[in-house]
């Protein structure tokens, strides 16, 4: 019997994970379901390209239409499951009913928008799919003075791409400094500075308390009576994982979907992969909800091999990048157990560094700018999991690849 395989979500993870399933030979039906008109598409290029170059383009597809005919893939595209029957092993859409035997929960994660007073009486922009690019796209002006509500990642990429378009910017944030959550200060003061010197205004400590709005302007009142004013407004405050079906479901929900080591959820037919599940990290022994492509694309090759019988699986590391200006940002592991903290740079106004971030002596995560041959080397002593000495890290003459 050919068991049915539905993947809710066309995106990375849920591409990737019919692509996975074909190249190890998999013989079930397989449909994927999702809710844009687009072919599902390169999500990273949306904070970039799509904002830098001065004529929009259609984002670039996962996979070429042909791929989902050839692989005997169904694709059902600018659909939206509004309920699953775990007992009767069914999925609604569009009115209409589909039948499963094992089901992927691949539905990703939604911008949040700030429960702030006047926010929902403007006209504010948000970032997460090509349609959203596509607006505000249409919107870049160079008479126009852009204010960035979050100073996080995708908040930073597009203050970025505006200032190479020659926009005027501010850049909101209500923590003491940007990537407050997800970078170590040397790495979030760097990237302030590189903000800086190509022109973002960037505002620290500022929580808004109200926005209010003229004939022409957006104006963000401060819990300190500072006005931000501007012409438009994007938010970056954020996200959240689309639990909707899987709560209806009765799947547990643990900051996330929770999942097991095989992102089985709590039902034995059903999975959950990407941005919307939380999985117990056995390397970092806690539970982890990452927000990131890489993270995809490893959780469905892993489930990809699960489903296929493979048995000796180990837990891909987490690593993450970010691109601003001509600065590359990649992140390897979890740093906040570390106890200590190692910055190897040749000096105190390098452009190119790495952090390392050891526990009792053992590495166990990195940050690197501008600095791809030391995140790569990085990863590799990360997950060798072998004694290294401290000292022959911050020593610029050492060749880490001598350490391997």
Not at 137 to 160: D, Q, R, T, Y
Not at 320 to 331: A, V
Not at 357 to 376: C, R, T, V, W, Y
């Amino acid at each position: 019997m050919k068991h049915h395989t539905l993947i809710i979500g066309a995106g990375h993870s849920g591409v990737t994970l019919a692509a996975s399933l074909r190249t190890k030979n998999w013989k079930g039906p397989i449909t994927l379901i999702g809710d844009e008109n687009h072919l599902p598409y390169q999500r990273p290029p949306l904070s970039k390209k799509a904002l830098q170059n001065v004529q929009f383009t259609e984002p670039t597809p996962l996979r070429p239409e042909k791929f989902y005919q050839k692989n005997q893939t169904q694709l059902i595209q600018n659909s939206r499951v509004t309920s699953i029957d775990p007992q009767n092993h069914t999925v609604q859409y569009n009115k209409q009913t589909i039948r499963y035997d094992r089901l992927i929960l691949a539905t990703g994660s939604n911008p949040i928008t700030p429960a702030i007073p006047g926010l929902p009486n403007v006209k504010s922009y948000q970032l997460r799919t090509a349609d959203d690019a596509n607006r505000l796209h249409n919107i870049i002006n160079p008479s126009k003075h852009m204010l960035i509500l979050g100073g996080g990642f995708i908040g930073l990429e597009v203050a970025a791409s505006l200032r190479q378009r020659g926009i005027e910017v501010s850049l909101i944030e209500r923590e003491p400094r940007i990537l407050n959550r997800v970078a170590v200060p040397v790495v979030a003061d760097f990237l302030k500075k590189t903000h800086l010197d190509n022109g973002v205004r960037i505002h620290c400590n500022a929580t808004i308390d109200y926005i209010s709005k003229t004939s022409d302007q957006i104006i963000l009142h401060s819990t300190t009576d500072q006005a931000y004013n501007g012409h438009e407004l994007i938010v970056g405050a954020g996200s959240i994982p689309n639990i909707e079906l899987a709560e209806q479901a009765g799947l547990q929900i643990n900051n996330g979907i929770q999942v097991d080591e095989h992102n089985q959820t709590s039902h034995p037919d059903i999975y959950a992969i990407g941005d919307c599940c939380n999985q117990f990290n056995k390397r970092y022994q806690t539970d982890l909800r990452l927000e990131s492509i890489q993270n995809a694309l490893d959780q469905a090759k892993m489930l990809a091999a699960h489903l296929c019988g493979e048995t000796t699986l180990q837990q891909a590391l987490p690593w993450f990048w970010s691109d601003q200006y001509n600065t590359k940002l990649q992140i390897a592991g979890i740093r906040e157990q570390a106890d200590t903290q190692i910055i190897r740079s040749n000096s105190p106004h390098a452009t190119a560094f790495s952090v390392w971030h050891f526990k009792q002596g053992k590495l166990e995560a990195m940050d690197a700018i501008n600095s791809p041959q030391e995140f790569n080397i990085g990863k590799k002593l990360i997950q060798s999991e072998v004694a290294l000495p401290i000292e022959s890290i911050a020593d610029t003459t050492v060749d880490l690849k001598s350490l391997l």
